[in-house]
């Protein structure tokens, strides 16, 4: 399995080098922690209204993410 990466940016999780969610190029191999916001009922609503991790973290897609990027 290849080495996934956080985006600096979003803390979005990729093997690209590139990151699909904001398209940030400045990725981390360095982070800690994975949290997965899974999308709700329908897919267009906001995971923030729902999670408080979303919210805490500004996620506003479901997606795998880094708790903290270094
Ligand atoms: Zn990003």
């Known amino acids: 399995m290849a080495k996934l990466r956080a985006c600096r940016a979003c803390h979005y999780l ?7 969610n904001c398209r940030a190029t400045s990725m981390s191999t360095s982070y800690t922690g994975v949290v997965v916001i899974l999308p709700g009922r329908n897919p267009n609503d906001d995971p923030r209204r729902s999670s408080y991790i979303a919210e805490r973290l500004n996620i506003d897609k479901p ?4 708790l903290k990027v270094r």
């Open 14 to 20: 990729t093997t690209e080098d590139q990151c699909p």
């Open 63 to 66: 997606g795998k993410y880094a």
